[in-house]
Nanobody
Framework: VQLQASGGGLVQPGGSLRLSCQGSGIVFRLKTMRWHRQAPGKERELVADITGGGDTNYADSVKGRFTISRDNARNTIYLQMNSLKPEDTASYFC?????????WGQGTLVTVSS
């Protein structure tokens, strides 16, 4: 199983970014996929998840600003991030699990700063 994340960068407060994560080695369309983030000096936290059927959940801190979606034909999930705040600055990781084992993407850095 491999997860490849991309799309991070530097953005001003109030701006937008879209993260992507492409998976391989799994039956992608059946898997719940997740985005986590970890800010410097803080624990990793769950940001959003999406089931194979498309049901979604969000952390309270990002509700109404972030949208998780998936394109099963491309084995890819997305995280559309709008109205970004400095406190959204973190490395963002995509994640799934298979047979009790966790699989993580390599992380993509999002920096929100003026």
């Amino acid at each position: 199983v491999q997860l490849q994340a991309s799309g991070g960068g530097l953005v001003q407060p109030g701006g937008s970014l879209r993260l992507s994560c492409q998976g391989s080695g799994i039956v992608f369309r059946l898997k719940t996929m997740r985005w986590h983030r970890q800010a410097p000096g803080k624990e990793r936290e769950l940001v959003a998840d999406i089931t194979g059927g498309g049901d979604t959940n969000y952390a309270d801190s990002v509700k109404g600003r972030f949208t998780i979606s998936r394109d099963n034909a491309r084995n890819t999930i997305y995280l559309q991030m709008n109205s970004l705040k400095p406190e959204d600055t973190a490395s963002y990781f995509c994640h799934t699990d298979l047979r009790g084992r966790d699989y993580w993407g390599q992380g993509t850095l999002v920096t929100v700063s003026s």
